[in-house]
């Protein structure tokens, strides 16, 4: 009788922006199951903290933080190689970093839209060019790519962050027929709202506020279901998955943006 094969024991994974939020849970889940874990954010004094918090935990992964703006292709490279340098391997890529304000889209000025686009779709092109690049000459591996629901349709107010956010979808679909000769699986996920420490400061929601997930009647998530879909896309469970983006938003509402749930519309 078969049984799903969620594994993810011994893999090497960086995920990027993991000092907190979505980024912060997907490197503990990964870790919690086994996993060797690079995380990274431009500040050490954010994700320092979370590597010691793995590594103090009763967990098999291990974990090393490092400073790195993802934007920067030199500071990309040195994730890398520290990486391949720590853990012998690169098997997974979180492509998670990223980053938007509101603002209505005249009142965009150049500099904000270029910000936007660099920090969202820019550091997925240096981190999966320059890990892929291990993977490709290694063993394979898996690339899950964090877009948003705000890339699948309009977005009033973002529409720098939707714009990149949906041009990693096609990013996605394009590297998944490039690289699957050389057994890379490149996935996307799509989050709707999901309990972030912006958000819980936006919504003014706390953590013992949320809906428990059991509740099917919600439209905000928990990170960890996000880390769980993370795990789902890095194993081989997900094996005959490649160039698919998975939204993750809870109950589908018509006209359902992350604007209207922020209460940014009228």
Known sequence: MHEPD???????AIVTGASQGIGQSIAETLAASGANVAICSRSMDRVGPVAEGINDADVPGEAIALECNVREREQVQNLVDETVDAFGDIDILVNNAGGEFVAPFEDISENGWKTIIDLNLHSTVHCTQLAGEVMREGDGGAIINLSSVNGQHSAPGESHYGASKAAIIRLTETLATEWA??????????PGLVQTPGVAETLGIDSEDMPPREEANRRIGHP??????AQFLSSPAASFMNGETVTVKGVPRAGNSMSQDLGLED
């Open 181 to 190: 000769e050389d057994g890379i699986r490149v996935n996307c996920i799509a």
């Open 6 to 12: 969620y594994d993810v024991a011994g893999k090497v």
């Open 224 to 229: 960890e279901e996000i880390a769980d879909v």
